[in-house]
């Protein structure tokens, strides 16, 4: 790109800003967020990581902004896939998975970032109808004549069990304003980070109302010789399952020549 | 020192898997076993999915077996004909467990199966070596012989037909108990990701009467195979062969074995197998817990749609 090319760009951009803000002084705000990469790599080394997304509000009303009026809940939400949760009751004294139930379009991961504590930025009733926070994601059973008592036992435990291992989350004070009108959100990626497409979204209050969101796609994949692994595990499992045997075969014959006391 | 399992697909510590390699290892080369029924239940306890653990773990005994089968066929304390019959039957019996695996695992009851193969197997076995061995040292303090092999002691087993005669042994059996005994056995091992040995040892010494001497080297030659069997099988039907996971097992397993080889070679074996059999019992108590304590949660979720 030429400098000369630049400046046009940079013109362009100045000219719309101000004509927006000349003949529209009241639009309403606007969020965008934008991601430092599309694609998260998992090596070798992986043990979870932090997950930075910048954002930038846009007609951000002055007065509002310097009492602290705007809140911003970033949400970064794995793959959703089909999850059964099994029960385990006593059966002659032992412990056995006796009940299940089945949910379709599950999030394998649901991280959440917020300015400051949930109750502080709007009422609850408003996550509720925007299944906002863990708590909130709705969850629906494969077979719909399930009865909700059952439904609410089941899917209370779900959010229960994602929550032990670490992949129900919830930050306050991950998200932070850098100036005015940007601001930047830090999500954790946990070591047993589902893979596949996952999506950022992040929505904006305004004194406690609900005023726009936006979203954006980020890959996370195994990189490297994990994903060569992985792959070849899957699609030639035969020759994998034969080269893993053979590997111990090897092994074994190299750490009797190495170790041998005899 | 992390390390991502690229099959498990969540990150673990290395140092904690070679050393839990390197324990399982000694103990295995000290036993003459696989160590399979050691280092599966372990995997479980440290997080890993029962199904990548039953696999995986049968990937590492191929290693560990091999290291110490190679050393028995060197000392020639290895019967080739008999370790090849059970070997016949332990590739029927694993390629049967494979499918029930499978099955049992839609159903979402493996864990428990798993569970419970343990539980009754170690309990039983090493019940039955506790008391055999501490009876065993008893005679031997008070002087007698410590033989298990009395000529002319004859059971069931050496009456039924088609018999064939096995000269490292020095035995001439029916191949019906040696074909049975090998199914069992790898039907065990595709289920429960083990070798076996810890069930072949006594069954080839108290059933078949086969001498002590050739029965670890025989045992871990016919284990080789099933485990390689199984892996290969698990590998290609369930995708639950974790290498990565494998190999950090292996390389501190045949580590341990050969120290504890060495040191297996300095105790009698009546002490060996009391030893054994005080760990197989610990193992099996373990386990035993687990099943009857009620757990820290009783909702579990799995991938996919099980019933």
Known sequence: ?262 | MGIYLPIAEMSVNMVILLAMGGAVGFLSGLFGVGGGFLITPLLIFYNIPPAIAVATGANQVVASSFSGALAHFKRGTLDLKLGTMLLAGGIVGASGGIYIFAYLRRLGQLDLIISLLYVAFLGSVGGLMLVESVNAIRRSRSGGSTSLRRPGQHNWIHRLPLKMRFRTSKLFVSVIPVLGLGAIIGLLASIMGVGGGFIMVPALIYLLKVPTNVVIGTSLFQIIFVAAFTTVVHATANHTVDVVLAFLLMVGGVAGAQYGAQIGQRLRGEQLRALLAALVIAVALRLAFELFVRPQSVYSLATGAGA
């Not at chain 1, 949910?103 to 509720?128: G, L």
């Not at chain 1, 111990?248 to 041998?260: E, K, L, Q």
């Open chain 1, 1 to 262: 790109m030429t400098a000369a090319h630049v400046l046009a760009c940079l013109a362009l951009f100045m000219l719309a800003f101000v004509v927006r803000g000349h003949t529209q002084p009241m639009l309403s705000e606007d969020i965008e967020i934008g991601l430092s990469t599309d694609t998260v790599s998992i090596t070798s080394d992986f043990s979870g990581a932090n997950l930075t997304i910048f954002g930038a509000l846009d007609n951000v009303d002055p007065l509002i902004s310097s009492q602290g009026g705007y809140d911003i809940v970033v949400i970064l939400e794995g793959p959703r896939q089909t999850l059964t949760v099994r029960k385990k009751t006593r059966v002659l004294g032992m412990w056995i998975n006796t009940q299940s139930m089945i949910f379709r379009d599950v999030p394998a991961s649901y991280s959440v970032a917020m300015t400051r504590p949930p109750q502080d930025i709007t009422e609850i009733s408003s996550y509720e109808t925007l299944a906002l926070r863990p708590r909130d994601v709705r969850l629906r059973p494969l077979d719909p004549s399930e009865t909700s008592a059952r439904i609410q036992e089941f899917s209370t435990a779900l959010r229960a069990r994602k929550e032990a291992s670490g992949l129900y989350v919830e930050r306050v004070g991950g998200v932070e304003f850098l100036s005015r009108s940007l601001f930047r959100a830090t999500l954790r990626l946990a070591p047993n980070v589902p893979v596949g497409t996952h999506r950022a979204r992040a929505f904006l209050f305004r004194k406690g109302v609900f005023v726009q969101d936006t979203s954006a796609p980020l890959s996370i994949r195994k990189a490297g010789f994990e994903q060569r692994v992985f792959a070849f595990a899957y699609q030639q499992s035969f020759i994998y399952g034969v080269l893993s045997a053979l590997l111990a075969v090897v092994t074994g014959w190299a750490g009797r020549m190495i170790f041998r006391k005899d």
